[in-house]
């Protein structure tokens, strides 16, 4: 079992910067690809950006490419989401997501762990 705790939301200004966080539980971090995901209201959930086992793959989607950066620290348990020249469409709860596989993935139901998320608030 792995239990996810996402942290770092806020509010923050257009073009501005932010980093998200996502802590887990347990001792199979470092054999699980990570990914984070998002949920703007009204929208269905979708990809972000993921990070294999090692950190030493990682995807993006296209609306973020260039612009968020997805690491992860296997020795504290953490997969971090760094988050430049936000926009207003950026705005969302963020998910991580651990998966029971050590290589990325870009589908939900490729996860299995999900954590309770944290709102990201980017105004104009």
């Known amino acids: 079992q792995v239990h996810l705790v996402e942290s770092g939301g806020g509010l923050v200004q257009a073009g501005g910067s932010l980093s998200v966080s996502c802590a887990a539980s347990?001792?199979?971090?470092?054999?699980?690809?990570m990914g984070w995901f998002r949920q703007a209201p009204g929208k269905e959930r979708e990809f972000v950006a993921a990070?294999?086992?090692?950190?030493?793959?990682?995807s993006y989607a296209d609306s973020v490419k260039g612009r968020f950066t997805i690491s992860r620290d296997n020795a504290k348990n953490t997969v971090y989401l760094q988050m430049n020249s936000l926009k207003p469409e950026d705005t969302a709860v963020y998910y991580c997501?651990?998966?029971?596989?050590?290589?990325?993935?870009?589908?939900?139901?490729?996860?299995?762990?999900w954590g309770q998320g944290t709102q990201v608030t980017v105004s104009s």
């Open positions: 990070i294999s086992r090692s950190g030493g793959s990682t």
């Open positions: 347990g001792r199979t971090f470092s054999s699980r690809a």
């Open positions: 997501a651990a998966r029971s596989a050590p290589n990325w993935g870009v589908r939900e139901y490729e996860y299995d762990y």
